[in-house]
């Protein structure tokens, strides 16, 4: 098997900054909150990114941020798949008003622009990292219910899923023996999508003040703290949004490289 | 003109595979292939799927279909050599010197435009004739087709015919242009024997009347043994055998050949009804819905302890429905089904597990009928442990009784379906359904997919079974040598009522209602002649007209 160049990049990159989030306090220089300078001191030997606007060490501030988001970001896109492919899968093998239900709700919300729906939401709850990620995981997951639904639709007139049922088997097995295994791959490139969108939302609402609430960093927070430094020329507000920009482009490359590999085009196994 | 329309030498076709998990490679399809065509003449290219027959026929006009390469020899028509003639050159000849007919037409036409501007399009392309004459021409050709209404037909949309009208249609598309040769790929092959005949008789008179030449693509001998001057037996790319129709039917040479004319060598005894059934159909009526007619009306019918019932009828005569209705997936209307002395419930959410494992099926697709991502282990294994609770070692053991029983031996369970050719997909439905123990299996067209050699070995399979297991078969078929093969009582069906039902000896002689007498001298026999006879002494149009 060649692994392509573009997402041998995308590999390194992801494996990096996943890697960074998982170790951050052992790589971190300094602690997440700790003052241990002047405000927006530039890059030298002992802060590589200088430090932010009250004088912490950015870098530091970074990997920790990065640790957030990307952790937020991966526990909301497991939910999103968990309650999306399973919700979608159970409509399509249902079928008839289940699946009228199910369809026309997750229609309802979606007709809300997500931002909106969020910010009020966030507005009356209280910001934990467990509402945070509910909340983004079952916004998220009316996506994914679509695809998987269309999917699985097609996957339900086949058939073994029709030999299946004869043999009077249960829906459980319907749906996760005949009916996952066949849908997987549109699905994995579609949780990379989903992780990325979910990097985004989580950055925009921290950014706007309703995610992840100070001192505890992350990267939409950074930016949003050291914005004011742009007017001076200060680089601060730019590193976070570096990070979420190669991360986005990393796993996007992955994902592409994962659909390429498992669609049944060019001789790829189904 | 020269005496040779199509000369060619030496024919090499090669494509790229992509097995799963390894890397792509090329591998040889065609391997040196030689014959001629002379001007008006019709050579019949005979052979199983894979054996090159379109590939052959598509290089006729310098085409490979995705993936396919001429590699070497010559194609000279009219004494030019189209392989190494330019695109403009090829561009020419398509459509024009050398035209196809596809075997899909309801999927090669437009559906977007009316028929006759389909037709008339290449003739007019290559300025061969004014739009007028072309459009005369048309007409013509549609008449000559024996298509209804040739004046106005060309006016409706593809979908506005029937399948077989349209087929026809097709025919005169290619012989609109006048072209020198036109390559017929399995033009009736979708069509049911009823239609198939109408149509093979038309594209015979039209290929008289016009004095093309023709290749005609089929895997059916009895077919193209009806239209042919000569025959080209191929297997796996290569010539196994040329010669005229006659000598090929009556003197082959080859074992191969021989083994083709010869097929259906199943026998099977009429056995006698027993007392008591294990599957009675009474009174059933069914329909789907939101519709307002009935597809199924008041079927009668009766199956035995190890014996076969044959349901045969052409496409829409609701044999597949009335297998939806007893399995359980369409609650029949009205009616009652009694399967082994218990009196079935018409749903399939409720009926009792133990109905459902004595009542298996098995479908006309291995392909579809398998999941993709589970092993032939797991496929046969499912059952067992579903309906026995078998696990571990005894599972495994019972697995391997069932491989034996189907003559694939060791090596098979770890296998993916994709891994599997079209017999032994079969063969591993057949297992499947086995291995559930069950009175009754329903086999929906098992063998319309495959091959007839391989078809014959799936029959013999399920006769031998018949015997050890002492199951019984409810067999929906088109295809009446299948039935004859297998089958002690027939009932046939059309329109959703069935018309004729009895032991097989009572149902195959005479006298014959009308529409059994259609369907039985519908079925193309092997020899020379046969058409022109039957058409001659026909009582009943088929369906499709």
Redesign the interface.
Known sequence: MRIPVAALIGLFFTTLFFLAAVFAPLIAPYGMAEIVGDVWEPPSDQFLLGTDSIGRDLLSRMIYGGQTTIFIATAATALSFITGSVLGFFAAVSGGWVDQLISRFVDLIMSIPSLIFALVVLSVMPTTITILIVLMGLLDSTRVYRLARAVAVDITVMDYVEAARLRGEKIGWIIFRETLPNALSPLVAEMGLRFIFAVLFVSTLSFLGLGVQPPQADWGGIVKENKEGINYGIAAALYPAYAIAVLCISINLVADWVLNRTTSLKGGRG | MSETLLKVRGLKIGAT?????EK?RDIDIVHGIDFDLAPGKVLGLIGESGAGKSTIGLAAMAYGRGGVEITGGSVEVNDRDILQSGIRDVRHLRGAEVTYVSQSAAASFNPAKKILEQVTEAAILHGKFSRREAEERAVVLFGKLGLPDPENIGQRYPHQVSGGQLQRCMTALALCPEPDLVVFDEPTTALDVTTQIDVLAAIKEAIRDTGVSALYITHDLAVVAQVSDHIMVLRMGEMVEYGTVDQIINAPREDYTKALVSVRSVQHEEKQPTPHPVLRVEAVNARYKGTSFDVLKDINVELHLGQTLAVVGESGSGKSTLARVI???LPPSAGKITFAGRELTPD?AS?P?ED??EL??I?Q?AD???????TVGTIIG??LE?YFGLKGAEKQKRIQELLDQIELGTGFQDRYP?ELSGGQKQRVCIA?ALA?KPRLIICDEVTSALDPLVADGILKLLLSLQKSEDVAYLFITHDLATVRAISDSIAVMYQGAVVRYGPKSQVLSPPFDDYTDLLLSSVPEMRLGWLEEVIANRKMESAGN
């Open positions: 595979i992509y097995p799963p998990d792509s399995t359980g997936l399939l009926r597990l459902l494992r298996q099926m479908y697709m579809t009928a398998m999941n993709p991502r589970q499912r059952p579903f994709a499947r559930a």
